[in-house]
């Protein structure tokens, strides 16, 4: 059975400070990463995907895949309170149908 | 351009009753799937489709169906319901003809089974 696990949180940073989220994978084969954030009463919406390659950067977010040690991170610079959500990180492997969907960490932003 | 809608809102339902949640989407996007989410379990796949006329079980499929008559619509029955079926349920879709497979969600049902 792959896993995905994640810190559940909660997460709390003051505004304007960076979030760091992480997120660990079982499965040596996954090849695809997907940070997703959800409101609560929401449904899940795609912050950003990565590769397993290289970091990816969208504006405020970097996605950092570490393939040696199994997990990828998510960092949050210039946090803001309308960041506080859960984030939820999702891995597909490259053989795999499907994803495999960690628990969430749930983010509090202070201001 | 709705994307992915799903019916009911929430829905209270009886124990032993049987219940449809429906799916749509119209982003002719090959692939479709029901999650169940859970307090601290996260997103649990039910069921999913790649493609029109096929399904295919997920991690937590029984006491569920499916159906893909086309490319648009993606039910999901219980048949007889249990209370352990209660839970928030999504939908999504992805186009799976190439790139990441990004997943897209609807806004979800939440179902409470007395």
């Known amino acids: 059975q792959k896993e995905v696990e994640q810190n559940s949180g909660p997460l709390s940073v003051p505004e304007g400070a960076i979030a760091s989220l992480n997120c660990t994978y079982s499965?040596?084969?996954?090849?695809?990463f997907f940070w997703y954030r959800q409101y609560s009463g929401k449904s899940p919406e795609l912050i950003m995907f990565?590769?397993?390659?290289g970091d990816k950067e969208d504006g405020r977010f970097t996605a950092q895949p570490n393939k040696a040690s199994q997990y990828v991170s998510l960092l949050i610079r210039d946090s803001q309170p309308s960041d506080s959500a859960t984030y939820l990180c999702?891995?597909?492997?490259?053989?795999?149908?499907?994803?495999?969907f960690g628990p969430g960490t749930r983010l509090s932003v202070l201001p | 351009i709705a994307g992915i809608t799903q019916a009911p809102t929430s829905q209270i339902l009886a124990a032993g009753r049987r219940m449809t949640l429906r799916c749509t989407q119209d982003?002719?996007?090959?692939?479709m799937y029901w999650y169940r989410q859970d307090l601290g379990l996260g997103l649990r796949l039910i069921h999913y489709?790649?493609?029109?006329?096929?399904?295919g079980k997920g991690e937590v499929p029984d006491g569920y169906s499916v159906s893909r008559a086309n490319t648009d619509d993606f039910p999901l029955t219980l048949a007889s319901a249990v209370p352990s079926q209660t839970s928030v349920y999504f939908c999504?879709?992805?186009?799976?003809?190439?790139?990441?497979?990004?997943?897209?969600f609807g806004p979800g049902t939440r179902l409470t089974v007395l």
């Open positions: 999702a891995v597909r492997d490259n053989y795999g149908q499907n994803f495999v």
């Open positions: 990565i590769y397993s390659n």
């Open positions: 999504a879709s992805s186009d799976r003809t190439g790139g990441a497979d990004t997943q897209y």
């Open positions: 489709s790649n493609t029109a006329g096929t399904t």
């Open positions: 499965d040596r084969g996954s090849q695809s």
């Open positions: 982003m002719r996007h090959n692939a």
